[in-house]
């Protein structure tokens, strides 16, 4: 199975600041990288797909880079809407796999 | 407009069998995969499995094979996730979701469209 690693776990962040969380894989998965986004008691949210597509209706603050094993979700400038929990996930094997996460918070 | 719909809450006994529905429209179900994740209260997000609809062919986490079924019936476009015997362990939410742009199992596009999750608890 392909490991995820990402981080960091949490955040606290202000609104208006640059935020970045990373995803490193076990194995070179090219660009099959996903990100979601997840508020509390809701499905999660397709963000960007691979690595670096913006899916539509997303706003364009958030914008995703890398290929092989590292890649990153910027979120140019935090909004109150964007307090939530991120996840990356890898589609180039089965079975796919999740990063643990992280929790972007108020500070 | 494209739609995951699933089935409602179960409150079940450990040993219990159940089987979980998603009901898809707004597209042709046959033609894309359909995959199931679990959420444990608290917890992340961990992948199951996926199907696809048109020929059942399924592929399983090792982490769930055996220990659930996924199945599917294109005449009512509907997707299923059952156990034959719970455990207090399989509380948890689990969400269908549609993965796009696949190509032989190997998906580009992410889950796009995701149902609102069924919340199964299983009392011991």
């Known amino acids: 199975d392909i490991q995820m690693t990402q981080s960091p776990s949490s955040l606290s962040a202000s609104v208006g600041d640059r935020v970045t969380i990373t995803c490193r894989t076990s194995q070179s998965i090219t660009g099959y990288l996903n990100w979601y986004q997840q508020k509390l008691g809701k499905a999660p949210k397709l963000l960007i797909y691979a690595a670096s597509s913006l899916e539509s209706g997303v706003p364009s603050r958030f914008s995703g880079s890398g290929s092989g094993t590292d890649f990153t979700l910027t979120i140019s400038s935090l909004q109150p809407e964007d307090f939530a929990t991120y996840y990356c996930q890898q589609s180039y094997s089965t079975p796919w796999t999740f990063g643990q996460g992280t929790k972007v918070e108020i500070k | 407009e494209v739609q995951l719909v699933q089935s409602g809450a179960e409150v079940k006994k450990a040993g219990e069998s159940l089987k979980i529905s998603c009901k898809a429209s707004?597209?042709?179900?046959?033609?894309?995969?359909i995959g199931w994740v679990r959420q444990m209260p608290g917890k992340g997000l961990e992948w199951m499995g996926i199907i696809y609809p048109d020929d059942s062919d399924t592929r399983y986490s090792p982490s769930f094979q055996g220990q659930v079924t996924i199945s599917a019936d294109k005449s009512i476009s509907t997707a299923y996730l059952q156990w034959s015997s719970l455990k207090a362990s399989d509380t948890g939410m689990y969400y269908c979701?549609?993965?796009?742009?696949?190509?032989?199992?190997?998906?580009?596009?992410?889950?796009?469209?995701w149902g609102q999750g069924t919340t199964v608890t299983v009392s011991s």
């Open positions: 979701a549609r993965p796009v742009r696949c190509r032989d199992g190997v998906c580009a596009g992410g889950m796009d469209v």
């Open positions: 707004g597209y042709r179900f046959t033609s894309y995969w």
